[in-house]
């Protein structure tokens, strides 16, 4: 079972950048896809990006795409979410979590506790 610590959240004002951090342990993290979640207050959790285990493919979501980059260090066993040009709306609890497979489909095996984000408009 890998263990999932989130950090870097905080507060900024809108226009402003964060990068998050997710540091992994236990099981060898490079065989696994990982990616980004988040949860805002009365929504459900949505997608935010994944890397493939190699880290040499990434997704984003619509609403993150060009203003979120998510990359991988396998030797720190690390997973990063550089998130640029913030708005309001991105306010909310980031998770990371590991996949199974070494692509990002199917179930997801780990969580992470999360990290508040919060946009000042």
């Known amino acids: 079972q890998v263990q999932l610590v989130e950090s870097g959240g905080g507060l900024v004002q809108a226009g402003g950048s964060l990068r998050l951090s997710c540091a992994a342990s236990?099981?060898?993290?490079?065989?696994?896809?990982m990616g980004w979640f988040r949860q805002a207050p009365g929504k459900e959790r949505e997608f935010v990006a994944a890397i493939t285990g190699s880290g040499s493919s990434t997704e984003y979501s619509d609403s993150t795409k060009g203003r979120f980059t998510i990359s991988r260090d396998n030797a720190k066993n690390t997973l990063y979410l550089q998130m640029n040009s913030l708005k309001s709306e991105d306010t909310a609890i980031y998770y990371c979590a590991q996949y199974y497979s070494i692509l990002p489909r199917g179930e997801l095996s780990s969580w992470g506790q999360g990290t508040q984000v919060t946009v000042s408009s």
């Open positions: 236990g099981r060898a993290t490079s065989r696994h896809a």
